[in-house]
């Protein structure tokens, strides 16, 4: 008599550190899992698209020791978990565990792993971003020990020229290129001590995605916007120019900041800007709203309990916690 019995998947290994290499695999567990998130959901027309290639390299080596990977006996990747860190500010995305894998540990298994490195490597804040309306995965964080914050607003704003072209770190020469890096880690660690985005600043200029926009009163950096134009989907046409951190020490300069931002989209052929508002911020959100902002999206921030991020005490910190 035949019998039948339930399938399970093959074992885990790793973490491993993800390479180049790895990135087609990363894109199918990345694409399937998140439309199955959706399905989910309620969301059953709703395919997710691979990411660019070089979105990929980007979070991989932005991540570095952090780019963690899992394989199953084959040697295929069913999980991953992108852990970054910028000073003690630390934070994970994209994670995502393959389907047949998913009730069975190994989503556990990642996130504690991130969290284990993150607390070797000095974080004082550890965070993530999950969609507002899964209340499976606000559940899962919430029993790893993520408390639920405010929500991020992803907030558009056409893009237009200003008066004057902005200031971008780009065009400056090696040297004063390296001093305004140093400069804007120095008014990041102003507002936010241990905070530090030169490493995400750096990389972006490495690998041609973006640049970061300078305001200057004088000779004094009032702040700055890093932002990537880079299609984040494979196969896309450049629509959108996305903020990834913002830092203006004067929140009344914020405007000006925003204006300069959208100088840049518009001479680097890019329709609009893609500002990730953290609710804490409301009086910028409600400048952002007034000069023609649209919001397209929300996402609730979660932070781990003892693991907080802080609000500057003066000025303004915006950290995108996704790529």
């Given amino acids: 008599m035949a019998t039948s019995r339930s399938w399970r998947p093959h074992p885990i290994e790793g973490p491993f550190r993800a390479q180049l290499d790895d990135v087609g695999d990363l894109n199918h567990v990345f694409s399937d899992s998140f439309t199955e998130r959706y399905r989910r959901d309620g969301m059953v027309g709703v395919r997710v698209p691979f990411l660019n290639v070089a979105i990929w390299r980007y979070a991989i080596e932005d991540a570095d020791g952090g780019a963690m990977l899992w394989r199953d006996d084959r040697g295929h990747v069913v ?167 913002l830092v203006v020490e004067d929140p009344s300069r914020f405007v000006d900041l925003v204006r300069a931002v959208a100088d840049f989209a518009r001479r680097s052929g890019t329709r609009r800007v893609s500002f990730r508002m953290q609710g804490e911020f409301l009086p910028a959100y409600q400048r952002l709203i007034s000069l023609g902002g649209h919001v397209r999206w929300t996402d609730l921030r979660m932070s781990l ?19």
């Fill in 79 to 245: 999980a991953f978990n992108m852990v970054h860190r910028s000073g003690t500010e630390g934070w994970m995305g994209p994670l995502a565990v393959r389907t047949e894998h998913q009730g069975l540990g190994t989503g556990k298994e990642i996130v504690a792993r991130g969290i284990e490195w993150l607390k070797a490597q000095g974080a004082t804040v550890i965070g993530l971003e999950t969609m507002p309306r899964t209340m499976d995965n606000i559940g899962f964080y919430s029993k790893l020990g993520f408390l639920p914050g405010r929500l991020t607003l992803t907030t558009t704003l056409d893009s237009g020229y200003a008066e004057m072209p902005s200031k971008l770190l780009g065009r400056l020469s090696p040297q004063a290129r390296d001093d305004a890096i140093a400069e804007c880690r120095d008014l990041a660690q102003r507002l936010l001590p241990g905070y530090d985005y030169s490493r995400e600043m750096s990389l972006t200029q490495e690998l041609s995605l973006g640049d970061t926009v300078l305001l200057y009163d004088g000779d004094h950096l009032a702040g700055f916007a890093l932002a990537h134009a880079a299609p984040l989907v494979e196969g896309r046409t450049r629509e959108e120019l996305r903020v990834l951190k």
């Fill in 305 to 323: 309990a003892d693991y907080e991020e802080r609000r500057p005490a003066h000025g303004l910190v915006l950290s995108n916690w996704e790529i």
